[in-house]
């Protein structure tokens, strides 16, 4: 019914920068708060950004001022943009969105397949 399709991952050095790209396709009435989220091997899923329908956005603490999240309503499609990149910054990046479908009554929080991202030099 829905598919988020993530793209722009890749290895990149230390200080350098990737955009990732996540979009919606499916019977989708609309989109509420649309969300990056990251995972390092041995290590939990964690927030990195989100942004709501309307444009608010709130970040991790420690990608604040490196990453800026946006999205393309007309497109349902949401970025990342990441400057700055530690090696600490490596994980499978996933994006999540909060969707309505067509004919639906419930939001249902769907997830794509996941983007890898190297930072080593």
Known sequence: QVQLV???????QPGGSLTLSCAASG????INSMAWYRQAPGKQ???????????S????????????ISRDNAKNTVFLQMNSLKPE??????CCA?????????????WGQGTQVTVSS
Do not use: C
């Open 89 to 94: 910054d490596a994980a499978v990046y996933y």
């Open 57 to 68: 956005t709130n970040y991790a603490d420690s990608v604040k001022g490196r990453f800026t």
């Open 27 to 30: 019977s989708i009435f609309s």
């Open 6 to 12: 993530e793209s722009g991952g890749g290895l990149v």
């Open 98 to 110: 909060q969707i309505l479908l067509v004919g639906a009554v419930r939001w249902i929080d769907y």
């Open 45 to 55: 899923r964690e927030l990195v950004a989100a942004i709501g329908s309307g444009g």
